[in-house]
């Protein structure tokens, strides 16, 4: 289903203008009269999941034209150094589909990470071919190590960007230039768009997708895909959530995990010392000595963190969202919530978040309209 696949090769410089439509789409109402060209390096030594993550969600977009058909909403296509098949980091063999000469005009261009981009020679073949292609590009994405190429060209300098944690400080060192975040998935900066990696190069593409066709579809590939929760790009690379059962002993490995699933329910420390076979004194005790906090605060922020993702989609209001999350009420929800964030939900979505539902609802249909092709 995910197959890679170039609808029409182009001749060596003859690649489609911006203005001719022939490699560039364009939604109205929903419908994509053309597929949109993804451009994805390939080489050797890169990192699988930078790679198959985004191209594996950008082919599942698709929409349904006037008759009833399905047409895809994007072509993804491989670029080479050569013709030569590139093995993965992992073992898994691509073979590129055209090489950068050859390569035709692409509206966004991704650049994967892996070890092999540290090649002084491959790096600085990418960066040139980048900076050559940049000004026809509509949109320059980089994964993980693939910020080393694209900081060479001097396109980011004084952007904000971000990497794999990993790596952070050694590319704020090297490119003294860029704005280097070092805890966020994703973050944009004008055209250019800069990933953390791994599941974060998925999360990236659904915004991607959802800045091209709406919302709604790329709401539908998260189902598809079976994504827990779609990701914005401010979420930080190593989760509470996560820390949290890092930090589990195998008294605590299920229980964590319980109250993540389970953030309406009844959380008192009755029931989850009840769920954990022990007194409700003894659990409270060993379950600090864990985590450094109590249960009901870890409750508290575990609600809170999930409030803020929330808190993002327009039709999720401040009292569905503290009834969702076990609030007894949108009046104690909003302390929690300016305790643990610094500010009241109203605001943090004023600053953040989408607009409000009801707002949405009163901007008038020509507006809407506006809207949707600007975003094409």
């Known amino acids: 289903m995910a197959s890679l696949y170039v609808e029409k090769q182009f001749p060596r410089n003859s690649y489609p203008s911006r203005e001719s439509g022939r490699s560039v ?16 390096m390939v080489f050797q030594g890169m990192v699988a999941a930078d790679f198959l993550g985004p191209t594996e969600t950008f082919s599942r977009a698709t929409t349904t034209t006037g008759n009833d058909r399905t047409s895809r909403c994007y072509s993804v296509i491989t670029v080479g150094i050569s013709t030569e098949p590139c093995t993965m980091e992992c073992g898994v063999v691509i073979k590129p589909h055209v090489v950068l000469d050859e390569a035709p005009h692409f509206d966004t261009l991704i650049v994967p990470g892996g070890p092999g981009i540290h090649n002084p020679r491959l790096s600085k073949k990418i960066a040139k071919w980048v900076s050559r292609r940049a000004p026809v590009t509509r949109r320059i994405v980089s994964i993980a190590d693939g910020i080393y190429p694209l900081g060479a060209t001097g396109l980011l300098d004084g952007r904000h960007v971000t ?40 999360d990236l593409s659904l915004s991607l997708i959802e800045e091209d066709c709406g919302r709604q579809i790329a ?5 598809e895909l079976i994504i827990h929760v779609k990701r914005s790009g401010e979420q930080e690379q190593r989760s509470e959530a996560l820390q949290f059962q890092v930090q589990s002993s195998d008294r605590f490995t299920d229980i964590t995990a319980w109250i993540l699933c389970h953030l309406s329910s009844n959380l008192s420390i009755e029931t989850l010392s009840q769920r954990a076979c ?29 409030a803020r993702r929330r808190l993002e989609v327009p039709r999720n209001n401040i009292e569905s969202v503290a009834a969702s999350l076990g609030f007894r009420s949108a009046d104690a929800f909003s302390r929690a919530f300016e305790r643990e964030i610094g500010c009241r939900p109203s605001t943090y979505r004023d600053r953040f978040g989408a607009p409000r539902a009801d707002v949405v609802k009163e901007f008038p249909k020509a507006v809407r309209m506006v809207h949707a092709l600007a975003r094409a």
């Open 163 to 202: 990497t794999h944690w990993r790596l952070a400080r050694d590319v704020a060192l090297r490119f003294p230039d860029l704005q280097v975040t070092s805890n966020r998935l994703f973050v944009r900066d004008g055209r250019f768009y800069t990933c953390a990696g791994g599941a974060a190069a998925v």
């Open 25 to 40: 789409s364009h939604a109205l109402n929903g419908q994509i009269t053309n597929p949109r060209t993804i451009g994805i």
């Open 219 to 223: 709401l539908e590939i998260a189902q």
């Open 278 to 306: 022990m007194s409700p004194r003894n659990f409270a005790r060993l379950f600090k000595a864990a985590f450094g906090q109590t249960p009901a605060e870890f409750v508290t922020r575990a609600r809170i963190a999930e």
